[in-house]
């Protein structure tokens, strides 16, 4: 029987669902100045464990790497300039 934490795979082998952390999160992209283009997004994970990933775009699927990040950093927000600290202290 299969536990209410377990799942199967497509090829019928049972896995656990294992809590690793929660939280807050952002999530904002990179573009090419000369052609406009989305190069990638930088994926920042606020939880007991804070880490940040770049999600690079690879057809279908995003590749996902460690990434460094600072709280301090700006992002642009339509016309607006934001510091991400502020942006999670609404969340």
Known sequence: MVEPYETKTKA????ERIY???????RYSYRD???GKITK????????NKI???LI????????IN????????V??????KKLIDILSKI
């Open 57 to 64: 775009p690879m057809g279908n699927k995003d590749l996902a």
């Open 33 to 35: 100045e000369t052609t």
């Open 67 to 74: 990434a460094e990040f600072d709280l301090n950093s700006s």
């Open 12 to 15: 019928g082998k049972i896995e």
């Open 76 to 81: 642009k927000d339509g016309e607006s300039v």
């Open 52 to 54: 940040a990933y770049f």
């Open 41 to 48: 997004d930088k994926l920042i994970l606020i939880g007991n």
């Open 20 to 26: 690793v952390d929660s939280g807050k999160f952002i």
